[in-house]
């Protein structure tokens, strides 16, 4: 099956500063990108759904300023959680299609802000 | 709103036993009913339902898709300990292209 990384696994910052994820498709070139949060004990919740080249559409309640997407390649789209809070700890889930195939996720990005 | 709804939200069995996991779902514009395995990490692909009453099988897991009565149901037999998971359900909408998550069976299987 198709391939999804992301980088880093797992990331400490302070409050107040910014954190860039990587979401990398390995072996296909993905028409679509997706991210999720996932909070302990809870489901994925889709944070924003992005297409190469254009702006990423982002779900009821998700601040575009905060959560900044990037998908400037067919295999590339990144998250920039800008001036980070504790309650923005949370693991983060990409997840990669091409047309109208399954979506493929990556393994996560577990983020703790202290 | 699609909406998905997984029952029960845990249990616990003993190896060996059978499992039976329940997926409902509401969508506007159904494309496709997916199942993942979640343990520790990011979810793994276990199965795509597009098509009523067609089982699935994949070992000792199988699934079954009702159209009709908007469900699914996951098998799991002669579970063992390496089935302790997070089984979550997703349903895609043809309109919006994205999935909708339930909130997910959480199985424990003791020896």
């Known amino acids: 099956g198709a391939v999804v990384s992301q980088h880093p696994s797992r990331v400490i910052c302070k409050s107040g500063t910014s954190v860039k994820i990587e979401c990398r498709s390995l072996d296909f070139q993905a028409t679509t990108m997706f991210w999720y949060r996932q909070f302990p004990k809870q489901s994925l919740m889709l944070m924003a759904t992005?297409?190469?080249?254009?702006?990423?559409?982002?779900e009821q309640g998700v601040e575009k300023d905060k959560f900044l997407i990037n998908h400037a390649s067919l295999t590339l789209s990144t998250l920039t959680v800008t001036s980070a809070h504790p309650e923005d700890s949370s693991f983060y889930i990409c997840s990669a299609r091409a047309h109208q195939d399954e979506q493929y996720f990556g393994p996560g990005t577990r983020l703790t802000v202290t | 709103e699609d909406k998905v709804v997984q029952s029960p939200l845990s249990l616990v069995v003993h190896e060996g036993d059978t499992v039976t996991l329940n997926c409902s779902y509401e969508?506007?514009?159904?494309?496709?009913l997916l199942w993942y395995k979640q343990e520790k990490k990011a979810p793994t692909f276990l199965f795509m339902l597009t098509s009523s009453g067609i089982e699935k099988k994949s070992g000792r897991l199988s699934s079954i898709l009702d159209k009709k009565e908007l469900f699914s149901i996951l098998n799991i037999t002669a579970t063992q300990t390496g089935d302790s998971a997070v089984y979550l359900c997703a349903v895609e909408d043809y309109g919006n292209n994205r999935l909708a998550f339930g909130k997910g069976n959480q199985v424990v299987v003791i020896p």
């Open positions: 969508v506007t514009n159904f494309r496709s």
């Open positions: 992005s297409n190469e080249g254009s702006k990423a559409t982002y």
